[in-house]
Nanobody, 124 residues
Framework: QVQLVESGGGLVQAGGSLRLSCAVS????????MGWFRQAPGKEREFVAA????????LYADSVKGRFTISRDGAPNTQYMQMNSLKREDTAVYYC?????????????????WGQGTQVTVSS
């Protein structure tokens, strides 16, 4: 069984920074393509960023481009997201996701495994 465990969420003032981490554990074989999604209150879950299985490619939602940076360690399948210049509209539950595909995908259906989510709250 594969499990994703997120950490690093919390409360921060606008303009501040947070670093999210996500570790894959359990029956893991090879490397996973990984991504971050978020869900704000009253809204649908949306794509934030993704990184390919080898870390060679990344993709960001326009809303976070230039402020968020996704990275990973190849083993043991750990990914990070550095979030800078946070805005109130970044407030959401952030979910880590992993999938057994090559390249980068933004669709949630492509990801097989999901974390429980970590709350990020940005205050003014």
């Amino acid at each position: 069984q594969v499990q994703l465990v997120e950490s690093g969420g919390g409360l921060v003032q606008a303009g501040g920074s947070l670093r999210l981490s996500c570790a894959v554990s359990g029956r893991t074989v090879g490397s996973y393509s990984m991504g971050w999604f978020r869900q704000a209150p009253g809204k649908e879950r949306e794509f934030v960023a993704a990184i390919s299985w080898d870390g060679g490619s990344t993709l960001y939602a326009d809303s976070v481009k230039g402020r968020f940076t996704i990275s990973r360690d190849g083993a043991p399948n750990t990914q990070y997201m550095q979030m800078n210049s946070l805005k109130r509209e970044d407030t959401a539950v952030y979910y880590c996701a992993a999938g057994t595909f090559y390249g980068i995908r933004t669709g949630q259906d492509s990801y097989h495994y999901w974390g429980q989510g970590t709350q990020v709250t940005v205050s003014s």
